[in-house]
């Protein structure tokens, strides 16, 4: 019988970055997912970017503070895979303001509170 440290419900983004760092800790763990690989499920629709303002204040600080370890990605994950990462290219970001979206306005409200840099375009 196989003993675990975590079973980790999930085999996303989320999923595989928890048991990365529990393994990083030296704990064993178990991904399952309903899906038939990792990766398969949300995870394989993202778009793919990174960005730092959510609709609320908790969810814009933790992507910022993701942003950090994103930005310095080769520091943070040591790999010994000789075709190296795939690489990070911040280039910023822009969004469109209108009179009917007021979600914008609410997520640049909390950018000021958190120290995260932006600029309006008239």
């Not at 800790?25 to 899906?35: E, Q, R, S, Y």
């Not at 790999?79 to 303001?97: D, M, N």
Request: hydrophobic share 40%.
């Amino acid at each position: 019988m196989k003993s675990y440290d975590a079973i980790i419900v999930g085999a996303g983004v989320i999923g595989a970055a928890t048991a990365f760092e529990m393994a990083k800790k030296g704990m064993k763990t178990l991904n399952i997912d309903a899906m038939g690989e990792a990766g398969h499920g949300s995870t394989s629709g993202s778009c793919a970017i990174i960005r730092v303002y959510y609709s609320t204040v908790p969810g814009t600080a933790l992507a910022y503070e993701a942003w950090h370890y994103w930005r310095d990605w080769a520091d943070y994950f040591v790999t010994g895979e000789e075709r190296g990462l795939a690489g990070y290219c911040g280039i910023g970001g822009l969004g469109s303001k209108t009179d009917l979206d007021v979600n914008l306005s609410t997520q640049l409200a909390s950018c000021p509170e958190l120290n995260i840099d932006y600029e309006e375009l008239g």
